[in-house]
């Protein structure tokens, strides 16, 4: 992950970036933010929680963190449990 | 009305939202039942497969979320776990379970207290999962838990109180609320609970495997509200022999 515009990504002017979401290997484009990619997903941005890299994500980093090359992103979400 | 951290409840019956057969029965049960505290677990999703979305229709009911960390081996998995719900739910509140071996389903007691202590202090309202053991339940009280929850019995195994005389110990001695938690299968066993002194149970199993789960979630309510109502007027002693009702002399007179 990383923030925009403050830190360059490994990728440089690479289009498209490879990353394992959920444990599946997927090619995304470049600066893709966190919130742009649950919503590419399909995946309700009130009900999940995001870790990168084995860090859980706060909420109000989700629009401005970028996905990074070789990043280990999951979401999770709520569960029947007891 | 029972107090937990800053929150009160009508209700001292909480509810899982596990094992039911479908969305719907689940909610009408959890309706049935009255709980205003409802768990649930987390789970990395399924990017290839719709699923119901859990969250939406709990959130829309009159009921309190505490998200568990069922799944986390050791307290640094379960400290990831209680941050990764304070993100999703937006809540504090967290049912901390740690319980390494499968087929028993036991609490690990020195993560827990590991964990317990860690979450406390960074602001969380804990609420371990236990065995009937009164000094951990002592230890987690100490370190800020906001109740605690021992078991009855192992973990969906609808044994009852197995664990009845350590419970009542647990339950004399205690300074925070006291839930029972795991191994309820019968309302008379909840009612059991209430009665000895416990501040509420937690049921889910009983009720998610019943043939009718909306009419048994009634029957735990019920059961929940008589027992806690039995305490409260206080129960008889215990005699070893029998003490008459009723008068024995002066009865007909010894006319036969």
Known sequence: MSLNNTSPSITGTTDFIRLVLNGTTVLLESKLSLSRLLAINNIDAESVAIV????????????????????????FSAVAGG | MLTIADH?????????????????TMLSALAASQSQLVTLAMKRINLH???????????????????NTAGARNAKEAIFAAHLAREMLATTWIKLEIHPDPKYLMPDPVETLLAAKQLCDEGFIVLPYVHADPVLC???????????????????????LASEPFLKIIIEQATVPVIIDAGIGAPSQACRAMEMGADAVLVNTAIASSANPIKMAQ???QA????????????????QHAH?????????GGRL
């Not at chain 2, 009160?8 to 719907?24: P, V």
């Not at chain 2, 929940?224 to 215990?238: M, P």
């Open chain 2, 49 to 67: 497969s719709k699923h119901d979305d859990l969250l939406a229709p709990l959130q829309s009911m009159d009921v309190k979320l505490l998200p």
């Open chain 2, 138 to 160: 002592r230890r987690l009280a100490e370190v800020g838990c906001a109740a605690v929850m021992p078991l009855g019995s192992p973990i969906g195994s609808n044994q009852g």
């Open chain 2, 219 to 221: 029957c735990f309510a």
């Open chain 1, 52 to 75: 990168v890299n084995d860090t859980v994500i706060p909420r109000s980093g989700w629009h401005h963190i970028t996905c990074q090359a070789n990043d280990r992103i999951n979401v």
């Open chain 2, 224 to 239: 929940v509200n008589a027992g806690r109502q039995a305490y409260e007027a206080g129960l008889g002693h215990v005699n």
């Open chain 2, 8 to 24: 009160q409840f009508k209700s001292r019956l909480f509810t899982g939202t596990g094992k039911f057969s479908d969305q719907q």
């Open chain 2, 244 to 252: 008459a009702s009723s008068p024995l002399t002066g009865f007909l």
